[in-house]
């Protein structure tokens, strides 16, 4: 009895632990499976933003085709440039942008105090968090006298840390206000003992980059050898006219935008390029390459580098800069130099190799719960010390399934639009690799279709489920790449490949458009819209017969006045996925 007993038990004892196992290992795979979503959704969002950051590259080379082409055109409405050199102008007269804005006595904002101090800085805080809006009269100050002192300041700043001292080094903030405050809610505020660098890429993208650009002045002002600025590739007016940063100054300050905008023009290129810590540390923004010349970038005049989309005229051409920005670059250099010259991988250890460092400020970035901000602590002598965040809102509370959803999801959408703007060409692809015209092709060769037309670098196959129909012997239906998904027209005249083209490219026609309505009014004439279409097809071999886009204009120009509102026209070009209202009359499919 005793030894059946002891079997028994035995025996549910290893069918317990073997059902445990099985859930075990289930869940393991289950979290697996959840990850690797993950990862695609993250590696959808990062190689279409890559693509579209060397896509700005292309934009400087068609500014150098314009200004080559666009005077012989229209030689009143010369130069881009001039709105530069207008504003530099414009500016040696304080009393135009500032003295002349009185604040009024129903302001009830925070008011500063000149000379700033501390308490300044705690004034502005707690209204920024209330949501408070601080008055253009303090703006336009905040950053005359930021310009004044940065004027002042060598290409590269040079501190010292010490072990009662270290430096905190805060990566891409991009309008993100919440993650400003996390960190110095973690990591305390700007003070002598509490020294920060904060990396460029304060603005655009997020809702709340004038907020953080004056909060980051004023501490500046404050502690001018404690807290820090480097220039990114976002202080820049002609990026912030594409990603959003102008028009959250235009919304905010309807009244005296524009001259809060000129003064950013300026102010910007007064920026430091970089910062050295402890003479063997170079904190830069977009990192450096195998050509880097910090001697060179000790000598160069800043303050000429307007923007990385304008190029430089002949006259100060042999002194350009690299000006490919990517991400936040963090470059130490274990023995005490910066290496700059010769090969990459020349007389370097593997020490020195994996001593080049990426941070990112930003939580969130993508999508909610996508990922979390992070800062370096840095002190001479010791290793650096690495702190992650991630700003808590309602999704960040979800379950990991729904979290990776919600990301998927998004990732899909944009990457669905991506396909669509290029739904032509890539069905020419198709169909030359369709030699049965079965409209079906193996998984590899429509992989290796997208990847040729989009040029994503993605995982194609393991994306193929989320993206097309596959049949039962594992063909794709190569035009279901399309299904459910449509570009939305302006015009029930417009031509299907005029609507798709122009949807292609609809954000480097809103830079140059915006570049060219000076004035921010949200109109151009109808006139520059056919040149500027002219030189921007010729430049990027754009074939649309010239008739379908004056046809276009045309039509655009309801009220017959010789301008269009182009900001309202680009909206129209928005993609409609299978989950919006799909039963409007204006909606072109393009299937």
């Known amino acids: 009895m005793g030894c059946s007993s002891s079997s028994t038990k035995t025996r549910r004892s290893d069918t317990s632990l073997r059902a445990a196992l099985i859930i075990q290992n289930w869940y393991r795979g289950y979290k697996a499976r959840l990850k690797a979503r993950q990862h695609y959704a993250l590696t959808i969002f990062q190689s279409i933003e890559y693509a579209d950051e060397q896509g700005q590259m292309q934009l400087s080379t068609f500014f150098s085709f314009m200004l080559e082409n666009y005077t012989h055109i229209h030689k009143e409405e010369l130069e881009l440039r001039n709105q530069s050199l207008e504003s530099e102008q414009d500016m040696r007269d304080r009393w135009d942008y500032v003295d002349s804005i009185d604040v009024p006595d129903s302001y009830n904002g925070p008011r500063l105090q ?242 080049v460092v990426t941070i990112f400020s930003a939580s969130n970035y993508y999508e909610e719960g996508s990922n979390r901000g992070a800062y370096i602590k840095l002190c001479s002598g010791t290793t650096p010390r690495f702190f992650q965040y991630q700003v808590t809102k309602a999704t960040c509370f979800q379950p990991l399934r729904q979290r990776v959803d919600t990301m998927e999801n998004s990732a899909i959408k944009i990457l669905r639009e991506r396909v669509i703007s290029r739904k032509s060409d890539l069905t020419r692809a198709f169909q030359l690799q369709d030699h049965r015209k079965s409209g079906k092709l193996s998984v590899s060769q429509w992989a290796f279709c997208m990847e040729n037309i989009l040029g994503l670098n993605l995982p194609w196959r393991s994306l193929s489920s989320n993206l097309v129909n596959i049949d039962q012997n594992g063909n794709v239906e190569y035009m279901s790449s399309f299904q459910n998904i449509r570009i939305e027209k302006p015009v029930q005249e417009a031509h299907s490949t005029l609507v798709e083209t122009l949807y292609r490219y609809r954000s480097d026609l809103e830079i140059i458009f915006n570049a060219i309505d000076t004035d921010h009014s949200g109109l151009i004439s109808v006139e520059e819209f056919r040149a500027m279409w002219k030189l921007f097809s010729s430049h990027y071999n754009v074939h649309i017969d010239d008739s379908q886009v004056n046809k276009l204009a045309n039509i655009m120009d309801l009220n017959k006045d010789g301008s269009i509102d182009f900001n309202e026209f680009l909206k129209a070009f928005y993609v409609v996925h299978r989950y919006e209202d799909l039963m409007k009359p204006d909606v072109t499919n393009l299937g």
């Open 114 to 355: 000149f000379p700033l101090t501390c308490t300044d800085i705690d004034l502005l805080l707690e209204a920024f968090k209330e949501q408070q809006i601080l008055h253009a009269h303090y703006v336009l100050e905040v950053l005359f006298e930021t310009k004044k002192v940065l004027k002042q300041m060598p290409n590269f700043t040079h501190i010292q840390t010490s072990p009662s001292k270290e430096v905190t080094i805060c990566g891409d903030l991009h309008g993100k206000l919440d993650d400003l405050f996390l960190i110095f809610y973690k990591n305390g505020l700007p003070s002598e003992r509490n020294p920060y660098v904060f990396n460029g890429d304060f603005v655009d993208r997020g809702k709340n980059s004038i907020e953080i650009l004056m909060i980051l002045c004023v501490s500046f002002l404050v502690y001018p050898n404690d807290l820090h600025l480097n220039r990114g590739n976002h202080e820049d007016f002609m990026m912030n006219l594409r990603y959003g940063f102008t028009k959250e100054i235009l919304h905010k300050y309807k009244l005296h935008g524009k001259r809060i905008l000129q003064i950013l023009e300026e102010f910007y290129a007064w920026l430091p390029i970089g910062t050295i810590v402890d003479n063997e540390i170079l904190v830069i923004h977009g990192g450096i390459s195998e050509t880097t010349d910090l001697n060179l970038l000790h000598r160069v005049e800043r303050n000429k580098m307007k923007s990385v989309l304008i190029p430089p005229t002949e006259t100060n051409r042999d002194h350009d800069t690299d000006s490919k920005h990517n991400k936040v670059g963090v470059t130490f250099n274990a023995h005490g130099r910066i290496k700059t010259n010769g090969s990459p991988t020349e007389h370097l250890t593997e020490h020195e190799w994996e001593q």
